[in-house]
């Protein structure tokens, strides 16, 4: 950890080297990067709005559809911008900056479903005693633990690789800043650094998933002893969850839980983790939940009401 570091800036690759490609580009994630902030953006106004979303999973779906709109925000209109200029280029700080913002809030992402989860569980597997389990105190106890918990995570990572000397080459083959490059362009012996990337990203994902899934699992299997209407109504709110935790752990999974090196499918399977999730989550949450579609109904009846005045 001796030599010094020289490096101010970095020079990032991008998605593609093609400029008819980067064009098509700053088309396709302009329009999904806006959806994503509207979609999620929506989810929170009608949940605000709303008296009849009041339960706890709403809440948890609010601060999930925030986490939603910052995570991609980290990252993606920097690559937009970016489709525009031959030297793609981030200074030191900024990449840190980039770093600990993705991780924050993806980490934060993984321990809001976690909650999600747990308040799912509680709902169906012990449902008398869900309203003194799951009181509002506790709640707002599992999201700022969530966001807590995130901060934590990424800090971590950020304080590790900020103090590691980088001393040249400092081209990153990938669109953002992000640990595993980083550490390739470190001009120091990054095994150990690597191994607590490993337990600190790769493990919270591998852990969370096998969590969630365990507790899906305990679901189902109480289901059966419900009737049609119950199993019906249970299975359609977990479908959901169970496609979003797909959706947001496989991704991280391949990514974090594997040796310090990058392979030439990383770009693409972490431009899917920031890019497909926070899009695809307003439209899972709510295209089979009539509570809140109704909820958004009354919305754009009292927008359109109030605009008539």
């Not at 806006?34 to 609010?62: D, E, H, Q, R």
């Not at 607590?196 to 299997?221: D, H, K, R």
């Not at 209407?229 to 249970?234: D, P, S």
Request: hydrophobic content about 50%.
């Amino acid at each position: 950890m001796g030599a010094k570091n020289n490096v101010t800036e970095f020079v990032l690759f991008g998605l593609f080297q093609s400029r008819e490609m980067q064009h098509a580009c700053f088309v396709v994630f302009s329009l999904f990067h806006v959806l994503t902030v509207l979609g999620n953006l929506l989810v929170i106004m009608t949940i605000n709005a709303s008296k009849t979303l009041s339960s706890p999973m709403y809440l948890f779906l609010s601060h999930l559809s925030f986490a939603d709109m910052c995570y991609p925000s980290a990252t993606t209109p920097k690559m937009i911008a970016d489709t525009f200029v031959e030297r793609k280029i981030i200074s030191f700080n900024g990449c840190m900056t980039q770093l600990f913002s993705a991780h924050f809030f993806g980490g934060t992402e993984i321990f809001l479903l976690t909650a999600m989860a747990y308040d799912r569980y509680v709902a169906i597997c012990r449902p008398l005693h869900y309203t003194t389990i799951m009181d509002r105190r506790k709640c707002d106890l599992l999201a700022g633990a969530s966001w807590v918990a995130g901060f934590l995570h990424s800090i971590l990572q950020t304080l590790l690789t900020v103090q590691l000397p980088f001393c040249g080459p400092n081209e990153i083959d990938n669109f953002f800043c992000d640990v595993h490059p980083l550490l390739k362009l470190a001009c120091a012996d990054t095994y150990v650094v690597g191994l607590i990337v490993v337990a600190n990203s790769g493990m919270i994902s591998l852990v969370s998933f096998l969590v969630l899934i365990l507790s899906y699992v305990a679901i189902l299997l109480n289901l059966r002893s419900r009737s049609s209407e119950g199993r019906r109504k249970a299975l359609s709110t977990c479908g959901s969850h169970i496609i979003t935790v797909l959706l947001v752990l496989v991704p991280p999974m391949f990514m974090y839980i594997r040796p310090s090196t990058t392979l030439a499918a990383d770009k693409l399977v972490i431009l899917f983790n920031i890019v497909m999730p926070p899009l695809l989550n307003p439209l899972i949450y709510t295209l089979r939940n009539n509570e809140v579609k109704n909820a958004m109904r009354k919305l754009f009846r009292v927008e359109r009401g109030l605009g008539d005045k």
